[in-house]
C-alpha cells in the first residue's frame, strides 16, 4: 500500500492524479490547480514550408540565401523538437503521479 512521503502525515489515502483531476466537478478551483500541463502546437509543417523555401532560393540562384534559410529551418524544426519533447516529459510525470488526500501533496 501506497503511503504518503510527508514525515508527519504518512497517510494511505493516495490516489492518482489523473484520476482525481477528472473526478473534480467543473466548478472546483482545484480542476485549475491541478490541470495537466498544456501540450505545445506541433509546428513540423511550418518548419518544412520554411526549408523547402530555402531550397527554392537555393535553385533560384541566391544559394547562400537560400542555404541560409534552410539553416534557420533547421534550427527552427530542433527547438520545436525540444519544446514538443518537454512537454511529452511533463505529461508523462503529471500522468504518472500520485496526491495525498489528506494532505494534498503531490508525488
Same mark, same amino acid.
Given at each position: 500500500?501506497?503511503?504518503?512521503?510527508?514525515?508527519?502525515?504518512?497517510?494511505?489515502?493516495?490516489?492518482?492524479?489523473?484520476?482525481?483531476?477528472?473526478?473534480?466537478?467543473?466548478?472546483?478551483?482545484?480542476?485549475?490547480?491541478?490541470?495537466?500541463?498544456?501540450?505545445?502546437?506541433?509546428?513540423?509543417?511550418?518548419?518544412?514550408?520554411?526549408?523547402?523555401?530555402?531550397?527554392?532560393?537555393? &535553385? /533560384? $540562384?541566391?544559394?547562400?540565401? +537560400?542555404? #541560409? *534559410? &534552410? /539553416? $534557420?529551418?533547421?534550427?527552427? +524544426?530542433? #527547438? *520545436?523538437?525540444? $519544446?514538443?519533447?518537454?512537454?511529452?516529459?511533463?505529461?508523462?510525470?503529471?500522468?504518472?503521479?500520485?496526491?495525498?488526500?489528506?494532505?494534498?501533496?503531490?508525488?
Amino acid at each position: 500500500m501506497i503511503q504518503c512521503p510527508n514525515a508527519s502525515c504518512r497517510s494511505t489515502n493516495i490516489e492518482f492524479l489523473p484520476h482525481y483531476w477528472q473526478s473534480l466537478p467543473d466548478e472546483s478551483p482545484l480542476k485549475d490547480e491541478y490541470k495537466p500541463p498544456a501540450v505545445a502546437p506541433s509546428q513540423f509543417w511550418w518548419v518544412l514550408a520554411i526549408i523547402a523555401l530555402g531550397v527554392v532560393v537555393a &535553385v /533560384l $540562384g541566391a544559394v547562400l540565401l +537560400g542555404l #541560409l *534559410v &534552410v /539553416l $534557420g529551418g533547421l534550427v527552427w +524544426g530542433a #527547438l *520545436v523538437h525540444t $519544446g514538443i519533447s518537454a512537454t511529452r516529459t511533463k505529461l508523462a510525470s503529471w500522468d504518472t503521479s500520485h496526491i495525498c488526500l489528506a494532505c494534498t501533496r503531490r508525488f
